[in-house]
């Protein structure tokens, strides 16, 4: 669940960002830093317990932090302007840490016999507490940069392109899927370009919710079309580029009264899918990103576009159907060998039924 996603992204990093500060206090780095004296570095405690004292601050901020994340992605971000957005999300935060160095003061200082006074507003004049403030803003700018980054280039892709690997062209085993809106021209016309634009940005905001759980990155949009990828072994296993697609129906589904009422339509969409060998380049200076080249691409654009013509809404290729096990592989129905656009061969296509 995306929750759980956020506390193991969040408390491992806030642990060690707080214990990484009670370790620079602890050894006077303080001093030099010309930063303000705690407290607690007065009192004759040993580093274990100052150590776990930052520990469990920095956990107590990581879950915080990781349900204010989740709250916000999940109800939030689809109803409120960025700006107002990240203004409550700031505030939230600001909040939360108040609240959880209060409570961690006041249970370490019972404790430990600290004698520490906790009383409303004590935060406002403690230099100490906005020595931690300022501290705790400047990891958050480093989290989420490390955040924004590896969504935009997926999973393990930001430390290679930070390393030079795509520098220069490397050869790579992808698995495309091409996820198209059904008959958009009509809807487009039905609804009106703002409405319309509405109906794309749900879609996709719930397709957002199902990649992650699929081991998925999304690769770009166009227009009414998402393109989404995997590496080659995350999208065989558990059959996660087929699983995705019928997760994104059953999720739409349940939907199914919401997009009624709001738009007057159910939509529903067409896939194709298809894997192999390609391409991977950094490209751009201006606006630089990961970029795939290679006839797999074109491959599952053609086998996508075949689903009108075979009035199917999922189409994959022989070649990655027989790469998955056996014992998992999902039921399929052969469609023909299809002379795609742009093919001087046939290629075999299987439909698949959920």
């Known amino acids: 669940m995306e929750i759980f996603s956020n506390l ?54 990581g879950v915080f932090y990781a349900c204010v994340d989740f709250f916000f992605e999940k109800y939030v971000s689809k109803r409120l302007g960025i700006g107002i957005r990240q203004f409550l999300r700031v505030l939230s935060y600001f909040l939360s840490t108040v609240f959880i160095i209060s409570m961690v003061t006041f249970v370490a200082s019972n404790i430990l ?28 700018f480093v989290l989420y940069f490390i955040s924004s980054t590896t969504e935009r280039f997926g999973k393990g892709k930001y430390l290679k392109m930070l390393f030079g690997r795509y520098r220069f062209p490397k050869e790579e085993r992808v ?25 794309l940005q749900e879609c996709f905001f719930d397709l957002n919710e199902l990649v992650l759980q699929y081991d998925a990155q999304i690769y770009q949009y166009v227009g009414d079309e998402a393109v989404v990828y995997w590496s080659y072994e995350k999208g065989l296993e558990n059959n996660n580029c087929v699983s995705l697609f019928f997760a994104f129906e059953n999720l739409r589904k349940e939907k199914k009264e919401s997009y009624l009422k709001k738009y007057g339509i159910h939509p529903a969409f067409k896939a194709g899918i298809h894997g192999g060998k390609l391409i991977a380049v950094e490209v751009g200076h201006v606006k630089r990103e990961l970029a795939y080249h290679g006839d797999v691409i074109n491959t599952t654009a053609r086998i996508q576009a075949e689903c009108n ?46």
């Open 309 to 354: 013509k075979q009035n199917e809404s999922l189409l994959i290729s022989e070649e990655l159907l027989m790469a998955m096990h056996k014992e998992f592989r999902p039921e399929s129905k052969f469609v023909g060998n299809i002379l795609l656009k742009g093919k001087k061969q046939g290629v075999n296509i299987h439909s698949i039924d959920g």
């Open 8 to 61: 193991r992204k969040h408390i491992p990093y806030w642990i060690l960002v707080m214990s990484s500060y009670g370790i620079f206090r602890y050894y006077g780095f303080a001093d030099s830093l010309q930063m303000p004296k705690p407290n607690v570095s007065e009192l004759p405690l040993p580093f274990a317990q100052i150590l776990g004292i930052f520990a469990l601050l920095g956990f107590g901020l």
């Open 113 to 140: 016999d600290l004698g520490i006074d906790i009383y409303f507003g004590w935060w406002v004049r403690e230099k100490q507490f906005w020595a931690i403030m300022y501290y705790i803003v400047l990891c958050s």
């Open 175 to 199: 698995i495309f899927m091409f996820l198209d809106l059904k008959d958009s021209t009509t809807i487009a016309e039905s609804l009106g370009h703002y409405k319309y634009s509405e109906l």
